[in-house]
């Protein structure tokens, strides 16, 4: 069950808030639809419910705010927009992917590609989908996690009638099942076929919250599809022969050749047509829309209300002869309507309000009683006191240029419905403040970090030009000679500021964080990349393995390579290879972190390889600089003395990495990289920190 209250968007500059004061149930069981046009506040207003975007108001999931649920993702499924996926992985790559970051066995990827029906095309790559497969896509990556409720946002925007269908049977098969659904449309005829209950929003504001049924009977209206070469003489033979019959009807011109015609059927619309011998293409029922409701008018006394059974469904009884359409109006006697038109919220509480109650909630657009306090216990909630319909009323208008007098209300009427009094303090306070937390998952960070390396081949195509290079680079270093074998072996000329092997380190680190942006997978329910220690430790774990990976491959193939052009000269094995093995994988482990903080930080792939080739082209100068400045006191000889502190005894050899770890460091480049490493994390840290104060 979701129970929203009080949802607000900040106000934006010279322009009233997308979403205004939206309070609304959808319970478990059933579909709920949130309809509005295009601008109404649809989307914002389920970002607000989810936290991904900052405001006022609360949202309940069965009785917690989603920030209060351990795991997110296994309570509520998400579908916003495409699926945010690289273009490069699988189907079922990228579904396996998830699985690790919502804590589910892998088997599940494989149960959703059968319930969304992609088992066919699990090995197709996500850009090469079309828009159905990719709502398909979505669904499925909504329903990994089994959870009660899936919020989705204009599912069917894109697909075709059979498609479209096919997307609501699942929706309709899960809320069988005990599941909340909430979508969101902005088809008035889609949400009536779709849907149980109907929320519509119009500019950002609540202003019906019916039953499917009251909504099609006071906003849909049956019409007839006419379409023929001489629509406008047969309209205007209809309204000829309605207003001779005393008959009403509606004639709407939609096009050259299209009309609908509104009180009317198929058989009396032939009928004239076959009469007149006018020609006729296409004839048929449809459902039309009243259009929206109008604005609430103001109070009235309960004396001036008429029982709601003495008014028609339609409130239409009088034909209106005015023009070339006729026009319905209220018949004698009837209750004039606010405006041109009824509004659907008055109807809808017209066809439920008690005889003996005062219409004062359906006059004033008052909120149901909102007896929303959590339960621990399901979807159980107080009971409203009144024992009134908590649906068959809508939330108040907080507009300020509305002036609505507010009639006395009774005590009881006043306590059911928890209306302030006017010199309460409490009537000015604002509903809580939406705060954008940060997501728990990934939940196995390590797993879901390796499936993101290994899914798409931008890893192994790296690989491949880093070897490939570094073969290359190393004969022509040896050919042209003058070049110490342990920079041969690297391919590291002097030259170049950073080997191959280090580039290819420092850009695979800078894609770890950066594809996150990019193609960012897991912010698809939580608005953004979680910066959490496990994912930091897990890609800070997997890059320095892979830079591992490529630098030993790198040196075996230039060794190979070596032997085969030049023979056993260049290729003998130094007598300080265990400290020029250890300085080797600080190197490339170091340029591989730096990639993945600086992209975390930045949140750029592209930056992160910047921070790579920064150091030795920026960084080292300004050390050295430094260093070797005019001062009281130099720092010259502290590589000597810094061999002289490792040279004492460590238990079980140690001394010797810890030499090879120390030459890394008194070194240009690895003092510089040490000092980049330092700056980055510690960046890292306060930018985490700063989003979890937010």
Same mark, same amino acid.
């Given at each position: /069950?979701?129970?929203?209250?009080?949802?607000?968007s900040?106000?934006r500059?010279?322009l009233?808030?997308? &979403?205004?004061d939206?309070?609304f149930?959808a319970?478990?069981?059933?579909?709920?639809?949130?309809?509005?046009a295009?601008?109404?506040?649809k989307?914002?207003a389920?970002?607000l /419910?989810?936290e991904?975007q900052r405001?006022?108001g609360i949202?309940?999931?069965?009785?917690?705010p989603l920030?209060?649920?351990a795991?997110?993702s296994r309570e509520?499924g &998400?579908l916003?927009?495409d699926v945010p996926?690289?273009?490069?992985?699988?189907v079922?790559g990228?579904?396996?992917?998830?699985?690790a *970051?919502?804590?589910?066995?892998?088997?599940?990827?494989?149960?959703?590609l059968?319930?969304?029906?992609?088992? !066919?095309?699990r090995?197709?790559?996500?850009?090469?989908l079309?828009r159905?497969?990719?709502?398909?896509?979505?669904? =499925?990556?909504a329903?990994?996690a089994?959870?009660?409720?899936l919020?989705?946002?204009?599912p069917?925007?894109g697909?075709?009638?059979?498609?479209?269908?096919?997307?609501h049977?699942?929706?309709?098969?899960?809320?069988?099942?005990g599941?909340?659904?909430?979508?969101t449309?902005?088809?008035?005829?889609e949400?009536?076929?779709?849907?149980?209950r109907?929320?519509?929003?119009e500019?950002?504001?609540l202003?019906?919250d019916q039953d499917?049924?009251?909504?099609?009977?006071?906003?849909?209206?049956?019409?007839?599809?006419v379409?023929?070469?001489? #629509?406008?003489?047969?309209?205007?033979?209809?309204?000829?022969e309605?207003?001779?019959?005393?008959?009403?009807?509606?004639?709407?011109?939609?096009?050259?050749?299209?009309?609908? $015609?509104?009180?009317?059927?198929c058989?009396?619309?032939?009928?004239?047509a076959y009469r007149?011998?006018i020609?006729?293409?296409?004839?048929?029922?449809?459902?039309?829309e009243?259009g929206?409701?109008?604005p609430?008018g103001?109070?009235?006394?309960?004396?001036?209300w008429? @029982? +709601?059974?003495a008014?028609p469904?339609?409130?239409f009884l009088?034909?209106?002869?005015?023009?070339d359409t006729?026009?319905?109006?209220p018949?004698?006697?009837?209750t004039? +309507?606010?405006?041109? #038109?009824?509004t659907?919220?008055e109807?809808?509480?017209?066809?439920?309000?008690?005889l003996s #109650?005062?219409?004062?909630?359906a006059?004033?657009?008052l909120? +149901?009683?909102l007896?929303?306090?959590? !339960?621990?216990?399901?979807?159980d909630?107080?009971p409203?006191?009144?024992?009134g319909?908590?649906?068959?009323?809508?939330t108040p208008s907080?507009?300020p240029?509305a002036?609505?007098?507010?009639?006395?209300?009774?005590p009881?009427?006043s306590a059911s419905?928890?209306?302030p009094?006017?010199?309460?303090?409490?009537?000015?306070?604002?509903?809580?403040?939406?705060t &954008?937390h940060?997501?728990?998952?990934?939940?196995?960070?390590l797993?879901?970090?390796?499936?993101r390396?290994?899914?798409?081949?931008?890893g192994?195509f790296?690989?491949?030009? $880093?070897?490939?290079?570094?073969?290359l680079?190393?004969?022509?270093? #040896?050919?042209?000679?003058?070049?110490?074998?342990?920079r041969?072996?690297?391919a590291?000329p002097?030259?170049?500021?950073?080997?191959p *092997?280090a580039? =290819?380190?420092g850009l695979l680190g800078?894609l770890?964080?950066?594809d996150?942006?990019r193609?960012?997978?897991?912010?698809?329910d939580?608005?953004?990349?979680?910066?959490?220690?496990?994912?930091?430790?897990a890609?800070?774990?997997?890059? %320095?393995?892979?830079?591992?990976? !490529?630098?030993?491959?790198t040196?075996g193939?230039?060794?190979v390579v070596?032997h085969?052009v030049y023979?056993?000269?260049?290729?003998?094995?130094?007598?300080?290879?265990?400290?020029?093995?250890?300085?080797?994988?600080a190197?490339?482990?170091?340029?591989?972190?730096?990639?993945?903080l600086?992209a975390g930080?930045?949140?750029?792939?592209?930056?992160?390889l910047?921070?790579?080739?920064?150091?030795?082209?920026?960084?080292? @100068?300004?050390?050295?600089?430094?260093?070797e400045?005019?001062?009281?006191?130099?720092a *010259?000889g502290?590589?000597g003395?810094?061999?002289?502190l490792v040279?004492m005894?460590?238990?079980?050899g %140690?001394?010797r990495?810890?030499a090879?770890?120390v030459?890394?460091?008194?070194?240009p480049?690895g003092g510089a990289?040490?000092l980049?490493l330092?700056?980055?994390?510690?960046?890292?840290?306060?930018?985490?920190?700063r989003?979890?104060?937010?």
């Open positions: /069950m979701i129970q929203a209250i009080g949802l607000t900040n106000p500059e010279e009233p808030p997308a &979403v205004d939206v309070s149930e319970r478990a069981g059933r579909v709920t639809a949130l309809l509005g295009e601008g109404a506040g989307t914002t389920l970002r /419910m989810l991904l405001g006022r949202t309940y999931f069965r009785g917690r920030h209060r649920i795991h997110p509520v &998400v916003l927009g996926g690289h273009p490069a992985r699988t079922r990228h579904l396996r992917m998830l699985c *970051a919502v804590g589910v066995p892998v088997q599940r990827a494989d149960d959703v059968e319930v969304v029906g992609l088992v !066919s095309l090995n197709e790559r996500l850009g090469t079309s159905g497969m990719d709502r398909r896509l979505g669904l =499925g990556c329903l990994l089994d959870p009660h409720t919020v989705l946002d204009a069917t925007e697909l075709s009638v059979r498609e479209g269908a096919w997307l049977g699942i929706l309709r098969a899960h809320a069988r099942q599941g909340t659904v909430l979508f449309t902005g088809d008035p005829k949400a009536a076929r779709t849907a149980d109907v929320v519509t929003l500019a950002g504001r202003v019906a499917a049924a009251d909504f099609a009977r006071t906003r849909l209206r049956p019409r007839v599809a379409l023929s070469p001489y #629509a406008a003489r047969l309209g205007a033979l209809l309204t000829k309605a207003r001779a019959s005393r008959r009403s009807i509606e004639v709407v011109i939609e096009g050259g050749n299209r009309l609908s $015609v509104y009180g009317s059927n058989a009396d619309v032939g009928e004239v007149h011998g020609l006729v293409h296409q004839l048929a029922d449809e459902v039309g009243a929206p409701a109008g609430p103001p109070w009235r006394p309960p004396e001036a008429t @029982p +709601p059974d008014t469904a339609n409130g009088q034909e209106s002869t005015q023009g006729t026009r319905d109006e018949a004698q006697g009837e004039p +309507p606010h405006g041109e #038109a009824e659907a919220e109807a809808a509480l017209g066809a439920t309000q008690p #109650a005062p219409p004062v909630a006059s004033l657009s909120p +149901p009683p007896p929303l306090v959590p !339960s621990n216990e399901g979807d909630t107080v409203p006191a009144s024992g319909d908590p649906h068959s009323a809508t907080t507009d240029s002036t609505l007098p507010v009639p006395p209300v009774p009881v009427l419905l928890a209306l009094s006017p010199h309460d303090d409490s009537a000015s306070r604002l509903p809580p403040p939406i &954008v940060p997501g728990r998952s990934p939940l196995r960070p797993r879901y970090e390796l499936r390396l290994t899914g798409v081949g931008v192994y790296t690989l491949a030009a $880093v070897l490939a290079a570094s073969t680079l190393c004969v022509v270093l #040896a050919r042209a000679g003058h070049t110490p074998q342990p041969l072996l690297a590291w002097q030259e170049l500021p950073l080997p *092997a580039l =290819g380190a800078a770890a964080f950066g996150e942006f193609h960012p997978a897991l912010a698809v939580r608005g953004t990349v979680p910066r959490r220690v496990g994912l930091l430790v890609k800070l774990l997997v890059a %320095a393995a892979t830079a591992l990976l !490529s630098g030993a491959l040196v193939a230039d060794a070596l085969l023979g056993e000269e260049l290729t003998k094995v130094p007598t300080d290879w265990l400290s020029l093995s250890t300085s080797w994988a190197l490339l482990t170091g340029c591989a972190w730096a990639g993945v600086a930080i930045f949140r750029s792939t592209t930056a992160g910047a921070a790579v080739l920064g150091v030795p082209i920026v960084v080292v @100068p300004l050390v050295q600089k430094a260093v400045g005019p001062a009281v006191r130099s *010259a502290l590589s003395r810094l061999r002289d040279l005894q460590w238990p079980f %140690a001394e990495y810890v090879g770890g030459r890394m460091i008194v070194q480049v990289l040490a980049s330092t700056a980055l994390l510690c960046a890292y840290v306060l930018t985490a920190m989003s979890r104060v937010r």
